[in-house]
């Protein structure tokens, strides 16, 4: 069975401050992630792709992958308020006939 | 103005009832998902359909079925096989196939 894990949260940040989101998936030759962003009640939307190991940065946006250690994570530097949302984890590879396999997501607050 | 619409936003459903739910795309994406969201748990995939007229189950497809007669339209059916089908059900396209997916506004179904 194929996981995407992450912690629930809610993960508290103060606004201004960088907000670090983890994930970690157990299909080892996994070879797609993405990051979406989804505010209550509303669908996901695609914030950040990264298909190969190290730093993707996209203006506050950095995304990180560590094949080694199967996580990546996702960095929101100088966070605002409206960053405040639940941000989930999404993984492909051959192995799950590259469909996505999701995570939980992680609830954000930036706190004023 | 290309997007994804489905409808109804809100449903609610008897006991015993087959009730469809609409999705409509005018982006011109070849691929088109149809996934389940609980609270608390990662989007789960139901059915997905790569080309008019074909379709493959995900890992929920018990209790649904689709069809794929146009390219712009994936209508997906929550029959009363579904024992717990009350969920946010969210349709997606992907234009590039690689994952990048664009969400629809989702319908929120709730059994009565």
Avoid at chain 1, 25 to 40: C, E, I, L, N, P
Avoid at chain 1, 61 to 90: E, G, H, M, W
Avoid at chain 2, 6 to 19: A, D, I, T
Avoid at chain 2, 88 to 96: K, P, Q, V
Wanted: charged share 20%; aromatic share 12%.
């Amino acid at each position: 069975q194929k996981e995407v894990e992450q912690n629930s949260g809610p993960l508290s940040v103060p606004e201004g401050a960088i907000a670090s989101l983890n994930c970690t998936y157990s299909d080892r030759v996994s070879q797609s992630f993405f990051w979406y962003r989804q505010y209550s009640g509303k669908s996901p939307e695609l914030i950040m792709s990264i298909y190969s190991n190290g730093d993707k940065e996209d203006g506050r946006f950095t995304a990180q992958l560590n094949k080694a250690s199967q996580y990546v994570s996702l960095l929101i530097r100088d966070s605002q308020p409206s960053d405040s949302a639940t941000y989930l984890c999404a993984v492909s590879g051959m192995d799950s006939n590259y469909q996505l396999i999701w995570g939980a997501g992680t609830k954000l607050i930036i706190k004023p | 103005d290309g997007g994804i619409t489905q409808s109804p936003k809100y449903l609610f459903r008897k006991e015993g009832q087959n009730v469809t739910l609409s999705c409509e795309q005018n982006l011109n994406h070849d691929a088109m998902y149809w996934y389940r969201q609980d609270p608390g748990q990662g989007l789960r995939l139901i059915y997905y359909s790569q080309i008019v007229n074909d379709f493959q189950k995900g890992d929920i497809a018990e209790g649904y079925s689709v069809s794929r007669e146009k390219k712009e339209s994936f209508p997906l059916t929550v029959t009363s096989a579904q024992k717990n089908p009350t969920a946010f059900y969210l349709c997606a396209t992907d234009g590039a196939g690689a994952n990048v997916l664009t969400f629809g506004a989702g319908s929120r179904l709730t059994v009565l």
